[in-house]
Structures are given as structure tokens and as C-alpha cells.
């Protein structure tokens, strides 16, 4: 997986569309967006250096998998990565 970083971008989401060209996956993390944004068209604000902004993206066009049981696996490792981190950090 290739990882970039940004201090600051429009939206982590948007840069993982861009970047995944010509890649299988990527990660983009940033400490800041001005235009993030979550599930449902949800706008996704927070200030600097205080959150996780980070995407995800995939390239599942040659592959012959189920997406949407992907993408499910996907977020479910995720939230118990971080559940797991959290545990760490603040028992």
C-alpha cells in the first residue's frame, strides 16, 4: 500500500480517488481538510491536528471479489484496529 501525507488537503477522499490511478491501494492522511467529507454527503469538519482524516482506496476492477462483503471487511478491520488502539491508549 502506498501512504501519503499531507499537513493540509481539500479532502483525504478526493486525493485517494486521484492517487489509486495506476496503484492497487492506497492511504491518504492528513493533519488537516478544508473540504471533507463522511457518509451521505455529511460534511466532515474538525480542526487542526486533532482528528483522523484519513481514505482509504482500493482498485477492485480486476479483481474478482464482492465489493460490497469487501468494503464491510475492510471498515470492520478498521474499527477494531482502532477500538484496539483506543483500549491502548485509555484503558
Known amino acids: ?16 480517488k486521484i492517487l489509486l490511478d495506476g496503484r ?3 492511504m491518504v492522511h492528513a493533519k488537516y481538510q478544508t473540504n471533507g467529507r463522511g457518509r451521505n454527503h455529511k460534511v466532515w469538519v ?5 482528528n483522523v482524516y484519513v481514505s482509504i482506496g482500493i482498485d477492485y476492477k480486476d479483481k474478482k471479489v464482492n465489493v ?4 464491510l471487511r475492510c471498515q ?4 477494531l484496529a482502532v477500538k484496539e488502539m483506543l483500549e491502548k491508549l485509555a484503558p
Open 46 to 50: 474538525g480542526d487542526y491536528g486533532s
Open 1 to 16: 500500500m502506498d501512504v501519503f501525507y499531507f499537513s493540509s488537503i481539500s479532502s483525504t477522499n478526493d486525493y485517494a
Open 24 to 26: 492497487n491501494d492506497v
Open 68 to 71: 460490497g462483503e469487501e468494503m
Open 76 to 79: 470492520s478491520i478498521g474499527c
